[in-house]
């Protein structure tokens, strides 16, 4: 263990978990998760940079931790803690503020597409240094991979840039930690409009996404209704055929199949067939899923889960506090 290094991601806990999430990051967690010192956390200051009524975001947390289990980490092996748990995220977010410059805040596209979806409470200074504690959360941790999905590279990007700045001017304080993107699956799209990524809220009808515990008939129905085109062949073409490339990525991600293969395999065949297959493939994995989320759904054994990962995670998130504020001279 002692020679392993850290890996570490966080996933928001705003209403329930998308395929989207499980493809995306938390399944290239969970794989990776024995070849590292393994952090998971459920990223519950983040969801405040919009609005959750409270009794949903509790809901919702306690919803994350059992999903968690439910994908696969191990309890046993990974920490599992929430973010406010461990009050150093926060303060370290503060500090990293200093360090960061308007410019590379604005120019993040998580906040030019999600300011522009604010509704009528318009946007908060919190949506605009949301990234920083993103960056605070990956530093205070020595970590060395951050597997997310696409729309979260920017912000592993500005953690390095940020890091590299405050080692120049302090000292060797923060390790530099590399993204991790899985080459399939790191951009679900919308399964109604495979222009946009498949979003935990999708204007409202929710047929574009599978949540993770849709009822298994109902997640089916999204694939069969999903968009697709005109030119009937099964072909991975990103550019001319969106609605089809996603749903192959979503097979290919679950069943480890290639794209060579499942377009041999569909050669000759409609579409009706090919997303009969992949809603079969996706109504196995959320059965899984959710068979193994009855079980785990036990508030005793949650709380005990997160007691015991925010106890980890605080003693190594102070000690980089501690290290920070000598640095600065604030001890
Ligand atoms: P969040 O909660 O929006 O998403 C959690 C993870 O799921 C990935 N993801 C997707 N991947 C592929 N296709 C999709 N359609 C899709 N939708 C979401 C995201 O890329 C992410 O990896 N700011 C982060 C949470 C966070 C974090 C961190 C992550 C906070 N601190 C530190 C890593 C390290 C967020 O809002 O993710």
Excluded: W
Aim: net charge positive; charged share 30%; proline share 2%.
């Amino acid at each position: 263990m002692k020679n392993k290094k850290v890996m570490l991601t966080g996933v928001r806990p705003s209403g329930n978990l998308t395929l989207g999430n499980y493809l995306g990051a938390i399944k290239n967690f969970v794989e990776k998760q024995n070849d590292f010192k393994s952090y998971i956390f459920i990223a519950d200051l983040h969801a405040l940079t919009s609005y959750v009524e409270p009794k949903k975001l509790k809901e919702s947390i306690r919803n994350s931790i059992a999903m968690y289990l439910s994908c696969g980490v191990d309890f046993e092996k990974t920490t599992i803690f929430k973010q406010s748990d461990v009050l150093e995220h926060g303060f370290l977010g503060f500090i990293m503020t200093f360090q960061t410059k308007m410019g590379e805040l604005q120019r993040m596209t998580q906040f030019k597409y999600k300011s522009q979806n604010v509704g009528k409470f318009g946007v908060d200074t919190g949506l605009f240094v949301y990234p920083t504690l993103m960056v605070s959360d990956i530093l205070l941790y020595d970590t060395a991979i951050v597997p997310v999905g696409k729309d979260q590279q920017q912000h592993v990007e500005l953690t390095r840039d940020l890091a590299e700045r405050f080692n120049k001017k302090y000292g060797d304080v923060f390790n530099m930690p590399d993204v991790f993107i899985a080459p399939i699956g790191n951009k679900i799209l919308n399964l109604q409009n495979p222009e946009e990524k498949m979003n935990k809220s999708d204007n409202g009808d929710n047929k574009g996404t599978i949540f993770l515990l849709d009822d298994i008939e109902v997640a089916k129905k999204k694939i069969m209704s999903a968009k697709t085109d005109s030119l009937n062949q099964v072909k991975f073409d990103e550019e001319n055929q969106p609605g089809i490339s996603n749903l192959m990525s979503i097979l290919s991600k679950i069943t480890g199949e290639s794209f060579e293969s499942i377009e041999n395999r569909f050669k000759n065949k409609g579409y009706g067939d090919f997303k009969k297959e992949v809603a079969e493939a996706v109504g196995d994995l959320l059965k899984d899923i959710q068979e193994k989320y009855k079980k785990y759904n036990n508030e005793n054994f949650l709380k005990n889960i997160l007691q015991k990962g925010a106890q980890k995670a605080r003693r190594v998130a102070n000690k980089k506090i501690k290290e920070v504020s000598k640095v600065l001279g604030l001890n």
